[in-house]
């Protein structure tokens, strides 16, 4: 397959582009311009939160790329790799489409920034990110499931794990996600006949001293101090060292026991973009591709970029800066970049820099709060948070989508927000945890559920009976031999260090369980 124009990505730089280029080639557009992206919708990240929070439908925050950029050619896979001296793109399109080419005259780099949360030990295994759609759904199943298994049990000190909820990450995304979590949880305790009386706990944790760096101080301190007196902790200037299934550990050595964590931080560049800037010789700014003010990448006629991925030149107010990763100067990129594409494939004259006059920045607080700066002026309160509702209903794509989002927002402010478990807890058969050093695996006498393999680290195994422990190094399997006749693990098992785990349960758990049966029977 071969196009004049290949847009990579689908995020907000990438379909205003490809629905800009849609628009000025007309019919022909549907030939000559492709849009890749790896899902065929393009997600309104400013209200991902609230469908965490189950203020809306999640069906209200995407709209269909094929719907929103007509007369271009939409394609739905993961990029693996772009070969510039070929101009190819290796396109892996799902189980039975994989390595798929793709050719072009003209590339648009649109492909945005990845989460990668294994700076952190454990971060990657038990912290939830809020990237997509489906994150803010498999988030807010976490939250039900935690509050129903809370209500079952009676233990004080297992109810306070499970009610306590820890975001990692003080941006726009942390704070919005930390107020509707903490709305939807306190909104849904009297429908807990155990939990009308317990305590939920919502901590935040910022690296830096102020929130919402990106509004300025004051309004950063009006939203700490909002949050502060709805009942959450706010802990700033605090890091996040190790993260394990029951517990957030900090640089300074404290912790909180929580089974929830949330993380908003771990943005990384792109390896498809820079494997691209290697091939090309191009130094990036912090990951980000240098191009010109028309979005044409430094030094190349026929390779362009806008979005997170690009250091796109920007003067704000007679002051020249690289455009920060917003979705209302991506939005506006795409299209100014779409008509420049259209200009150089048809000769229609000179290319155009990208200006913008910046609007400012709103980010809710949860409550009917929130906090904004709007052409340098400063409000915060209910008045912020009407604000916040209307800019971002009239950015929101379709009209189909402003009337599912107005009627899901009236509804919230009647009716008490859904509790349908619309997923089912996970059966991760092969699950990587992460356990700090003295933390129990499992107890002497527990019955067997899991098998599970050393990756790094070490185990400790203490018999029931107080015999001689024994460690067991990275690379060792802990399976039936450890347990009695019952069923039941024979020993105790704890961390003798820092350690990464592997956990064997569900079908595979059984599969292996038969299999190694089977072997012992045979060697017998």
Known sequence: ???????????????????TLGKLLGK???????????????????????????????????????QL???????????HRIDWATKTITLDGGRFTRNHAVTFDHLVLTLGSVTDLSRVPGMADHGRPMKSVADALRLRSTLINRLEEANLVEDATIRARLLTFVVVGGGYTGVETAGQVQDFLRGSLKFYANLREARIRVVLVHGHSSLLAEIGPKLGEHALAVLKKRGMEVLLSTRVAEATASKVIFTDGSFIEAHTIISTIGNAPNPVVLDLCRQLGIETDKGRVPTEATMLVRGQTQLWSAGDCAAVPWNDRGEMKVSPPTAQLALRQGVQMGRNVARALTGGGALRPFTYRYMGQLATIGEREAVAEVFGFHFSGFFAWWMWRTIYLAKLPGVLRKLRVMIDWTFELIFPRDLSLLLPPPDEIVKPIHLEKGETLFASGDVCRAFYYVKRGGVRLQPAGGGEPRVLAAGTIID????????????????????????????????????????SRRAV
Not at 35 to 51: K, S
Not at 486 to 508: F, K, L, P, Q, T
């Open 1 to 19: 397959m071969h196009y004049d124009v290949v847009i990579a990505g689908g995020g907000f730089a990438g379909a205003y582009c490809a629905k």
């Open 28 to 66: 022909s557009g549907a030939k000559r311009v492709a849009l890749i992206a790896e899902r065929n919708v393009l997600v309104f990240q400013p209200m991902l939160a609230e469908v965490a929070g189950s203020s809306l439908s999640p069906t209200a925050v995407v709209n269909p790329l094929r």
């Open 69 to 79: 950029c007509r007369d271009v050619d939409v394609l739905q896979g993961g990029i």
């Open 480 to 519: 039936q031999a450890e347990l009695d006749a019952n069923g039941h693990w024979g020993s105790g098992a704890v961390a003798a260090e820092s350690s990464d785990i592997v956990v064997i349960r569900g079908r595979a758990h059984e599969m292996l369980q038969s299999e190694l049966k089977l072997t």
